[in-house]
């Protein structure tokens, strides 16, 4: 995924899963909720590894978080990450929390999702939020949301900038009107 203009870098530590192997602690990122984690070698959308959710109970029980992140009220965040079905049809969904400067919480905003239909091969899910009044740090959470599925995620890449300003498509509000004869 290209950068937007004035966006910087990776805001999430760890983003490809490759600082950490096999069972060990999770770099940056913080399971929670039932089943297993593990950090897999090999079979990577990008790089050697990937992370494993295996949600063993329903919808919304396995989860990770990124560690929290300095970020700027009023700008947009963008989300883009690839999964793939390791077990069943598991659904990723994303979620964004915003806390002000005491640490409080003040929403959990929903990003994106994608059903992955139990296909093997990597896909894309993405979006875009923005950080809402008072805001000065922000946590991405990632749910395996089928429930009694396993989810690869890899290359989790979280960006800031202005993100919504920007469309690839020409007339993208189809305010060109159409011609009368049709050419």
Known sequence: F???PGSSGPLVANPGFEATVNA???EGWTPF???TYQVVEG??????????VDNTGTAY???TTSTKFPFQAGEDLSVSLWVNAVIASPTIVIYVNWYDRSGTQLSSVYVSQ??????TTWQACTGVVTAPANTSRAQIVLYEAAGNASIGIDEVIVRSGDLTA??????PGF?????????
Do not use: C, H, W
């Open 114 to 119: 994608l059903a992955t239909g139990g296909v």
């Open 166 to 171: 920007r469309s690839l498509v020409t007339n």
């Open 24 to 26: 060990g602690p999770i």
């Open 2 to 4: 290209p950068s937007a």
């Open 175 to 183: 305010d060109l009107g159409a011609l009368d004869d049709g050419q």
């Open 33 to 35: 909720g039932v089943g």
């Open 61 to 63: 029980q396995a989860a």
């Open 43 to 52: 079979g990577a959308y990008r790089g050697a590894n990937f992370l494993a």
